[in-house]
């Protein structure tokens, strides 16, 4: 059963950082897929950033330039790097991993989320 295991979530100021880890229970190489999303109150889930197996990443509009989705192989953990946050990047993030089954569907796997708030 795969675990992932989010940290790093807290209360910043406008313009301030935080740095996000997602810790995998077994080597992330098992995903093709590594991703952060997040959901504010009353609003979709939504993806932030993602990094796929050969290390490419994407990211949404709104994080371009503030936000560096990155991985530790040797760790089993994806990083969010989050840098000149503002209270519209308020939100509960979560880890997302995803794998290809055998019936080449996608299979998600989720974090139990963490909470960042940006408030003056």
């Known amino acids: 059963q795969v675990q992932l295991v989010e940290s790093g979530g807290g209360l910043v100021q406008p313009g301030e950082s935080l740095r996000l880890s997602c810790a995998a229970s077994?080597?992330?190489?098992?995903?093709?897929?590594m991703g952060w999303y997040r959901q504010a109150p009353g609003k979709q889930r939504e993806l932030v950033a993602a990094?796929?197996?050969?290390?490419?990443?994407n990211y949404a509009d709104p994080v371009e330039g503030r936000f560096t989705i990155s991985r530790d192989i040797a760790k089993n953990t994806v990083y969010l790097q989050m840098n000149s946050l503002n209270p519209a990047d308020t939100a509960v993030y979560y880890c997302?991993?995803?794998?290809?089954?055998?019936?080449?569907?996608?299979?998600?796997?989720w974090g139990q989320g963490t909470q960042v708030t940006v408030s003056s």
């Open positions: 997302n991993a995803a794998v290809v089954g055998r019936d080449g569907l996608r299979y998600d796997y």
């Open positions: 077994g080597s992330i190489f098992n995903f093709y897929v």
């Open positions: 990094i796929i197996l050969g290390g490419n990443t």
